[in-house]
């Protein structure tokens, strides 16, 4: 509340140097309902010299006395093939020389969001110059595919190579609730490949051919049972148990 207090203070004066004082406030939504009212008595009667820019990710958090009283301009997802292009050409211009398996990922993982992309393809250049999608895989601490496919076809076919594999997982620290929420979207992206033949949603290092055989009935069967396991594991303190047993109760085999 006293931040937009000061704010609202100091707009009263015009910019000796500029014909418009600009406010960025980043993140609206998280300021306080003190903060929201004190915020709303300068929006109804802005000084013609100020610019007030609310930048939000959860618009529907802002109260509607406030909403009503600026302009909404929405910033789409960038295009998976848009975001590839930007990055090869910084790559290009920092002369680095990234692997394009590694920067697929890095914009599936991205989400559309150039700065999360960015940011990420920064941290990949601090091993080198020369970047593999098993280097992304290792800074951020993510399992490949293949890990995926194997599991998964374990939990279909063999249950011994599924148990065997998550014991190896976790005892080389992997984070067991968060595997399993990575699995259970890798594992939608499949599906909705299957169903839509879209290849932007195969997930990265998967392979046409391998997808396909994993595709059908039972897999849908696993990303139900999935679905609850996700939720059962969000705040239990032993998951690797509880996944264990999901393993061990649920019976997939064609």
């Known amino acids: 509340v006293d931040n937009i207090r000061d704010i609202i203070e100091n707009a009263k004066f015009k910019s000796i140097d500029t014909k418009y004082k600009i406010y960025i406030i ?16 300068i929006l109804e009667e802005p000084p013609t010299h100020v610019v007030f820019i609310a930048c939000t990710t959860d618009p529907q958090k802002i109260p509607a ?3 009503s009283r600026l302009q909404r301009f929405n910033f789409n997802r960038v295009s998976k093939e848009s975001l590839c292009d930007r990055l090869n050409y910084i790559a ?4 680095l020389t990234v692997e394009p398996k590694a920067v697929e990922y890095i914009v599936q993982i991205s989400n559309g969001g150039v700065r999360d992309a960015i940011s990420t393809l ?9 970047i593999t999608l098993e280097n ?19 939990v279909i076919n063999d249950k011994q190579k ?17 595997f399993i929420h990575e699995l259970l979207e890798y594992l939608i992206d499949l599906q909705v490949y299957g169903i839509t033949k879209d290849k932007s949603r195969l997930p990265v290092g998967a392979s046409e ?7 059908g009935s039972n897999l849908t069967a696993v990303i139900k049972s999935l679905l609850d396991l996700n939720y059962v594991i969000k705040y239990d303190n032993n998951p690797k148990y509880i996944v264990e047993g999901w393993v061990l109760t649920n019976d997939w085999a064609k």
């Not at 980043?26 to 008595?41: I, Q, R």
């Not at 992304?136 to 374990?154: A, H, P, Q, R, T």
């Open 209 to 215: 051919g391998g997808a396909e055989n994993l595709i």
């Open 26 to 41: 980043d993140e609206v939504h998280m300021l306080s309902t003190g903060a929201f009212n004190a915020l709303l008595k």
């Open 136 to 154: 992304v895989l290792n800074i951020l601490g993510k399992i490949g595919s293949d890990v995926y496919m194997e599991f998964i076809d374990g």
């Open 65 to 67: 006395t406030i909403m």
């Open 122 to 130: 920064d941290l990949c250049s601090s091993i080198g110059n020369e």
């Open 92 to 95: 290009d211009r920092e002369g």
């Open 162 to 178: 599924a148990l065997n594999l998550l014991n190896t997982m976790w005892g080389e620290g992997v984070n067991v609730k968060q």
